[in-house]
């Protein structure tokens, strides 16, 4: 069975930085694509980033993340991270780890960008 937890959810001041952790168990990680969504109030899902399967580690970013927000993966561990700098308030949301080949998702974290 297929199980994704993460953690490292919280509140920050704007400009502030978090450190998001997802451990999954119950598949081959290395094979699978990882990808962070988030999700605000009222808004839709949205894919944040994607670190590609574990033999290649390309990484893919939502432009309204670029250069503030690094993906991360660690194969020994079964464990991807994301490292949110420079938070802005429009960052407030839920954040979700997903698998999409097999359409597997966390339960989510919430991370509150406040002053």
């Known amino acids: 069975q297929v199980q994704l937890v993460e953690s490292g959810g919280g509140l920050v001041e704007p400009g502030g930085s978090l450190r998001l952790s997802c451990a999954a168990s119950?598949?081959?990680?290395?094979?699978?694509?990882m990808a962070w969504y988030r999700q605000a109030p009222g808004k839709q899902r949205e894919l944040v980033a994607q670190?590609?399967?574990?033999?290649?580690?390309?990484?893919n970013y939502a432009d309204s993340v670029k250069g503030r927000f690094t993906i991360s993966r660690d194969n020994g561990k079964n464990t991807i991270h994301l490292q949110m700098n420079m938070l802005k308030i429009d960052d407030t949301a839920v954040y979700y780890c997903?698998?999409?080949?097999?359409?597997?998702w966390g339960q989510g974290t919430q991370v509150t960008v406040s002053s």
């Open positions: 670190v590609i399967d574990g033999t290649t580690t390309t990484t």
């Open positions: 119950g598949i081959r990680f290395i094979v699978y694509t």
């Open positions: 997903n698998i999409p080949g097999i359409g597997a």
